[in-house]
């Protein structure tokens, strides 16, 4: 009887460890590549900047058509600032955008293991960190190192971007946002661990405008 009860304990172990090495080789072929993805979050972009109309309402069907998977086409790892909702910046839909959101748009554990999912088992080719302009996160950094309560932990995230920046030509707070930006697209690059998909992955950051409503891809 003991003996029984081991083997089966022995054999549910055994097709466990098989079950997770397959969800672990289980990633999806690209959902789109990564360039057909930016060239995407760009149309949409001009979209959302020049048109007055939407052409990517949540509507029931679209609800319908991705209740049961998800494709998403990009990761955007954004602000929680809520001006800067990636899905209406970049006019897109329910089931488009893999979106992880943190005052001063920054990665932690947390955020890494979303990124690695979103590639590895949903066909994200695409990540895309995106810093906005008067980001109240980084003015914080920018003001003191010091803050209370967590907001000590975004602080102290953002001072290495502020130290970057310190003393260099041109208004402060810009030139924070943007080095902030590309500060956390490059921990991404060093942290995520993608495996072979690493090959086919773009990480890129870029700079949401609040007043045209244009994100700027060219600082990256
Ligand atoms: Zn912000």
């Not at 001009?46 to 949540?58: H, N």
């Not at 006019?91 to 992880?100: K, R």
């Amino acid at each position: 009887m003991r003996t029984t009860s081991i083997l089966t304990v022995l054999a549910t172990v055994a097709s466990l460890s098989v079950a997770t090495l397959i969800v672990a080789a289980d990633h999806p072929t690209a959902s789109v590549s990564a360039d057909t993805a930016l060239a995407k979050l760009k149309e949409g972009n001009l979209r959302f900047s020049t048109s007055e109309v939407s052409q990517s309402k949540p509507t029931a069907a679209r609800r319908a058509e991705t209740a049961q998977a998800q494709h998403p086409f990009a990761v955007i790892v954004g602000c929680a600032d809520s001006r800067t909702s990636p899905e209406l910046v970049f006019d897109q839909n329910l089931g488009d955008l893999f979106v992880i959101r943190t005052a001063g748009n920054l990665v932690d554990d947390h955020a890494l293991g979303s990124i690695e999912y979103a590639v590895a088992h949903l066909g994200a080719r695409l990540i895309v960190v995106l810093g906005h302009a008067r980001c109240g996160a980084v003015k914080a950094a920018l003001e003191s190192d010091r803050a209370p309560g967590h907001i000590q932990s975004l602080v102290h995230d953002i001072q290495p971007a502020v130290k970057a920046t310190k003393g260099k030509p041109g208004d402060a707070l810009a030139a924070a946002i943007t080095e902030n930006a590309r500060q956390v697209a490059a921990q991404i690059k060093a942290k995520a661990a993608l495996g072979d998909l690493a090959k086919e992955v773009r990480i890129v950051f870029a700079i949401y405008d609040l007043d045209t409503g244009k994100v700027d891809w060219t600082k990256d």
